[in-house]
C-alpha cells in the first residue's frame, strides 16, 4: 500500500475540515484503517478507526460527537469529516492501515502502513 492523505488545511475554530485516504494502487476496502495525529510537543494519538469487516467505527474521547470517519466506496477511499474544530486538534493528520485486523485499534503499533500525513491548523 502506498497510502495518500489530503484534504489539510487552516480553519477557523467551529469550523470543518475532510481528510482523506486513499492508497495510489487501488482499494482499502479490505483494511482496517485508522486515523492518528500528532501535535507539536505530544505523543502521537489515535483519534479514528474502522473495521474492514462490518465497518465498526472507534474515536477517541477527545473527538467523540464532532469526527466521523466512513468509507467512500465510489471513491476508494476512507475519509475523517472532522467538525466544531478547535485549536486542541492543530496536528499533522495520518491515516494507516492493517489488514489482519478484525476489528479496529486507536493504537498505532499494529498498523503496517502508513501515509506521509497532513497538516490541520485550526485558529482560534
Not at 27 to 52: H, M, Q, T
Amino acid at each position: 500500500l502506498q497510502l495518500v492523505e489530503s484534504g489539510g488545511g487552516l480553519v477557523q475554530a467551529g469550523g470543518s475540515l475532510r481528510l482523506s485516504c486513499g492508497d495510489s494502487g487501488g482499494a482499502l476496502d479490505n483494511y482496517a484503517i485508522g486515523w492518528f495525529r500528532k501535535a507539536p510537543g505530544k505523543e502521537r494519538e489515535g483519534v479514528a478507526c474502522i473495521s474492514s469487516s462490518d465497518n465498526s467505527t472507534w474515536y477517541a474521547d477527545s473527538v467523540k460527537g464532532r469526527f466521523t470517519v466512513a468509507r467512500d466506496y465510489g471513491k476508494k477511499q476512507v475519509f475523517l469529516q472532522m467538525d466544531s474544530l478547535n485549536p486542541e486538534d492543530t496536528a499533522i493528520y495520518y491515516c494507516a492501515a492493517e489488514g489482519l485486523f478484525v476489528g479496529c485499534v486507536l493504537l498505532s503499533d499494529p498498523y503496517d502502513y502508513w501515509g506521509q500525513g497532513t497538516q490541520v491548523t485550526v485558529s482560534s
